[in-house]
């Protein structure tokens, strides 16, 4: 199903956050969002989800205005999991990704052995069956982040939207959950800080100060000159000896400057 931002905005009283931004998530991509602190990528994500109603413009799922559909159609079709998310601390793990099937249930439809399948295999490719029974308040951040992945992951919807999907997490759980990412057959729209992590993605769309700056393959937008630009550090492409895969390393501006400059 396409996901698509039509001349999309929202401002923050008269201060403009998002602005100008046009662009078509084709079916089972992996699209990546980057770009620097405070550049809208957040704003964008919740615009995409329908969680945040647009100053202008409009946000379509297949062909349809995200904001005439009913919130419980949307949460079928996209699942976000957002930043500085909340969570009752009465709650156990299990309970909490059990929350992800609530679009589906129903007084025709409650929660039945094929919802507890999909939420045993949520907590099992997210790492944390071990945790099922624990309560929230006892997890670790990285913990925590897994949990409300999973949550996302039991929604089964075709559209995943995920905002910074590992921060909190170590590097292995980092590397595991990308993998997860990369392998799942939906649509996923991902904002990255790490550009080389963000080097998976099928496509890239740069943000800088509230605008769609650039979208495109990793290789094309992640250039030495727009990254210089918009992040304010120099940076190299190197070749992995392995395999020759660009990593991408990087110095602060100033200190290729000369001395005195
Ligand atoms: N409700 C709001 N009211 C005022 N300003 C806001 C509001 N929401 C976001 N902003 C501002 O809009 C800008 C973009 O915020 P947003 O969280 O979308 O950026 P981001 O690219 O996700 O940043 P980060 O990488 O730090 O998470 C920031 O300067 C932020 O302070």
Redo the contacts with the bound molecule.
Sequence with gaps: MTLAAHALGWS?GR?P??ADVDLKIEPGELFGLV??????????LLLLSGLRRPSCGRVTVGDVDIQKIKRCEVARRIAIVA?QLDTSDRLSVRETVELGRTPWLGPLTPFGAADEEIVEKALAETGISHLAERRWQTLSGGERQRAHIARALAQKAEILIL??PTNHLDIHHQLSILALVRRLSITVVV?L?DLNQAMVCDRLGL?SH?RLEAVGAPKEILTAARIERVFDVCSRSIGDPANGEPILRFVLSEEKKPVGD
């Design positions: 923050a201060t956050i998002v770009g620097p602190n405070g550049s809208g990528k957040s704003t964008l930043q905002d910074e904002a800080h943000m509230g």
